[in-house]
C-alpha cells in the first residue's frame, strides 16, 4: 500500500470529517472560545487547553463557520480594547 492510498484511507474514516455540527453546537463551541479569549487577556489563563482551543477553531472551521469564528475573534479583540480607546485617541 502505497503512502498516498494510506492517507486517503485515513481522511475517509475520519469521524471529524463526517459529522456534521449544528448551529447551535458551532455557537456553544464560539461562546466557550470567547471566553477562553477573555481570559486570556485577563490574564487569567493557566488552566487552558490551548490545544482543545486549537482543535475547537479548527473543528469550526472544518464544519464551514469559519465566519463565525472570524468575525467572534474580532469582535471579542474590539471588546478588550475598548478601555485603551481613550489612551489611543490622546496619542499623537
Not at 26 to 55: C, F, G, H, P, V
Not at 59 to 74: A, E, I, S
Request: charged content about 25%; some cysteine; aromatic content about 10%.
Amino acid at each position: 500500500m502505497s503512502v498516498k492510498q494510506n492517507q486517503r484511507y485515513l481522511a475517509k474514516n475520519d469521524r471529524i470529517r463526517n459529522g456534521t455540527m449544528s448551529k447551535e453546537d458551532a455557537e456553544t463551541n464560539w461562546n466557550n472560545m470567547r471566553d477562553s479569549i477573555k481570559r486570556i487577556y485577563d490574564q487569567q489563563a493557566s488552566n487552558l487547553s490551548y490545544e482543545e482551543l486549537y482543535r475547537t477553531g479548527y473543528n469550526l472551521v472544518l464544519h464551514k463557520y469559519g465566519d463565525l469564528l472570524y468575525n467572534g475573534v474580532k469582535q471579542a479583540t474590539v471588546e478588550q480594547l475598548k478601555p485603551f480607546k481613550n489612551i489611543l485617541e490622546q496619542c499623537p
